[in-house]
């Protein structure tokens, strides 16, 4: 099979780097494969070098404010948690170096790359982190990644030890949120259908990209960044429910500064890391789309377009619309929970799939357990911090609700795609009714509902009192939302420590 000279050219203009004579060629595919995904490498690397907050449209940067205040919210609750503690416990006797700080609850000072492994293992251990939207059904909503937090704890890590502003912070934050999210569109969905979790691979390059953009690296050595970037890049879906989950953030920030840093020493790696047939989108995905990647990085920013989900809930997105659903019954026929006799919940794999706990045994598997969601908000009507601890799971109540929520595949909403979330859910009352909510596919949190600025300052409120006060909560909201006038950005630092 051969490619049409009009898609190549398409191609080739979108990727000026690409040979040109090989445009009016009749073109094997596996030439024109590896012309084009060396176009990828080049666009972005492209794009991390030139790319400055001046030209960014004000509304990105306002919008990516927002991803901040909520990104430091989920960091400093997760960073209270047992599993956040063991990864502190193991950055303390690692590193003497005393670059950047490990935010929260135990705070400490260590390398750039052990602050950045730190804060985003805490930024993702509760699952309570923003998620990326898919652009068409068939781009599965799992598929696309925690976008704020590898950018984010790569970015401060790498600022803070070179005392840089909040307005050089910030742009490379959000360059690294850019290039992960093309990167995570790009890519086939069997990246993450296969068992890859996105968050952990594909965050590794949002981790290099603002590391690189803070480090002023040229053209040469981003490139070779990239490369190896990809043979770090790892996570997968198994440990979904466990530690290693946040850990796959934690690990993609680490290693993307990793990545920076030995390639601004000099280290090499392969030509092209994205492109080819040992390429990552290759290798990863088994193939690519460029026409969401090289014509599209910066117009329009993902974060704006279809931008990201803040989370009204504690644990995957993907039960966010369904919990919704259930609050809704609970609340409006004031169901209480003697009266319960059996829930139903249909959806399509998408959601099924990775909520794969039929009886949740502790707080993590919780977060993956569509059971265990129903059981909370028929228990307390809330399932918020409070209740994703290990002794609501364990208690009588919760274990002997969960066995009355039956999940079932429902071929009918697989067949509409998995760009949005669908589901319905059924309650089965002792009294012999059978009240049915659909879920809103406007969920909360999304663009459809975004959360007012009262709601985002109230869900990071929440999360901080875990570990400060409130007049320290204020002046840290407050130095968040204008950290393009810091000149330090070692003064949120502070403010956040």
Same mark, same amino acid.
């Given at each position: 099979m051969k490619?049409?000279?009009?898609?190549?050219?398409?191609?080739?203009?979108?990727? &000026?780097?690409? &040979?040109?004579?090989?445009?009016?060629?009749?073109?094997? &595919?596996?030439? =024109?494969?590896?012309?084009?995904?060396?176009?990828?490498?080049?666009?972005?690397?492209?794009?991390?070098?030139k790319t400055t907050l001046a030209s960014m449209p004000a509304d990105v940067v306002a919008q990516g404010k927002r991803c901040l205040v909520d990104g430091f919210g989920v960091i400093l609750a997760g960073s209270t948690v047992k599993g956040s503690a063991i990864v502190r416990d193991y950055v303390r006797v690692l590193s003497a170096k005393k670059e950047a700080t490990g935010i929260g609850a135990g705070g400490l000072m260590t390398s750039a790359a052990h602050a950045a492994l730190l804060n985003a293992a805490s930024g993702h251990a509760m699952d309570y982190d923003d998620t990326q939207l898919s652009t068409t059904p068939d781009r599965t909503f799992g598929l696309l990644t925690h976008p704020t937090v590898p950018a984010l704890a790569a970015a401060l890590a790498v600022a803070e030890r070179q005392h840089a502003s909040g307005a050089a912070f910030l742009?490379?934050?959000?360059?690294?949120?850019? =290039?992960?999210?093309?990167?995570?569109?790009?890519?086939? &969905?069997?990246?993450?259908?296969?068992?890859?979790?996105?968050?952990?691979?594909i965050g590794t390059f949002a981790g290099a990209a603002a590391a690189a953009k803070l480090m002023n690296m040229p053209a040469v050595q981003v490139r070779h960044m990239l490369t190896i970037a990809s043979s770090m890049s790892s996570g997968i879906r198994v440990n979904f429910g466990s530690m290693t989950k946040p850990l796959h953030s934690a690990r993609a920030a680490e290693n993307g500064v990793v990545a920076a840093e030995l390639a601004s020493r000099g280290f090499t790696g392969g030509d092209d890391g994205l492109d080819g047939q040992w390429g990552f989108f290759q290798v990863f995905g088994g193939g690519v789309d460029l026409d969401r990647l090289i014509p599209v990085l910066g117009r329009p920013y993902t974060i704006l377009n279809p931008g990201s989900s803040f989370k009204p809930y504690p644990c995957g997105s993907l039960s966010h619309p369904t919990m919704d659903a259930m609050l809704a019954l609970v609340t409006e026929h004031d169901v209480r929970p003697e009266q319960v006799k059996a829930v139903r919940v249909r959806a399509g794999s998408n959601v099924l799939d990775p909520l794969r706990y039929k009886i949740a045994t502790n707080e993590l598997e919780a977060k993956f357990c569509l059971p265990f969601l129903m059981a909370s908000l028929i228990l307390r009507r809330r399932a918020g911090v409070r209740e994703f601890t290990d002794e609501f799971v364990a208690s009588g109540p919760v274990q002997q609700m969960m066995p009355r929520v039956t999940n079932i595949f429902d071929p009918k909403i697989e067949a509409q795609g998995f760009d949005r979330i669908r589901s319905v859910v059924e309650l089965d009352l002792i009294d012999g009714r059978t009240v049915v909510q659909a879920a809103d596919e406007r969920y909360r949190g999304g663009p459809d509902k975004p959360f007012t600025p009262a709601e985002l300052r109230g869900k990071f409120a929440d999360c901080a009192q875990l570990t400060m006060g409130s007049a320290r909560i204020a002046n840290a909201i407050d130095q968040i939302e204008r950290v393009d006038r810091l000149a330090d950005i070692g003064a949120l630092v502070r403010a956040l420590a």
């Open positions: 490619i049409s000279r009009k898609n190549f050219l398409k191609l080739a203009a979108a990727a &000026p780097l690409l &040979p040109r004579a090989l445009a009016g060629a009749d073109v094997t &595919p596996k030439k =024109v494969e590896k012309a084009a995904i060396r176009g990828a490498t080049d666009a972005l690397t492209a794009f991390i070098t742009e490379a934050f959000l360059v690294g949120f850019e =290039v992960e999210c093309k990167i995570a569109e790009a890519i086939d &969905p069997r990246h993450y259908n296969s068992g890859f979790h996105s968050t952990g691979t």
